[in-house]
């Protein structure tokens, strides 16, 4: 069974930036659409981006578009995601998913249950 570990979290100051790593085991996140979401205290988790196993297209989340950009870097089978001009509103607990490739134009707005597996979460904490 594929499991996912995120890497890469950290605290930060507001303007800084963060490089997440999603890894899998397991199985390889090569044929698989990537998604990466964040849940902070009180709220409601949120998709933040997602990247196609096909072409490479992505999709951003509003709150996040301009500032985060989703890669894959298939020398070292993993999804990536780095963080640019962070807010204190992005601080939260990351984390990746993946889901069957034909689901991928939905992959922000999924229920968890429709993706194949979840990873732990890393710690983003963005504050001066």
């Known amino acids: 069974q594929l499991q996912l570990v995120e890497s890469g979290g950290g605290l930060v100051q507001p303007g800084g930036s963060l490089r997440l790593s999603c890894a899998a085991s397991?199985?390889?996140?090569?044929?698989?659409?990537v998604g990466w979401f964040r849940q902070a205290p009180g709220k409601e988790r949120e998709g933040v981006s997602c990247?196609?196993?096909?072409?490479?297209?992505?999709i951003y989340g509003s709150s996040v578009k301009g500032r985060f950009t989703i890669s894959r870097d298939r020398a070292n089978k993993t999804v990536n995601l780095q963080m640019n001009t962070l807010r204190p509103e992005d601080t939260a607990v990351y984390y990746c998913?993946?889901?069957?490739?034909?689901?991928?134009?939905?992959?922000?707005?999924?229920?968890?249950?429709?993706?194949?597996?979840w990873g732990q979460g890393t710690q983003v904490t963005v504050s001066s």
């Open positions: 998913a993946v889901l069957s490739p034909p689901l991928f134009s939905l992959c922000l707005s999924l229920p968890p249950g429709e993706y194949d597996s």
């Open positions: 397991g199985g390889s996140l090569d044929y698989l659409a």
């Open positions: 990247i196609s196993s096909m072409d490479g297209s992505t």
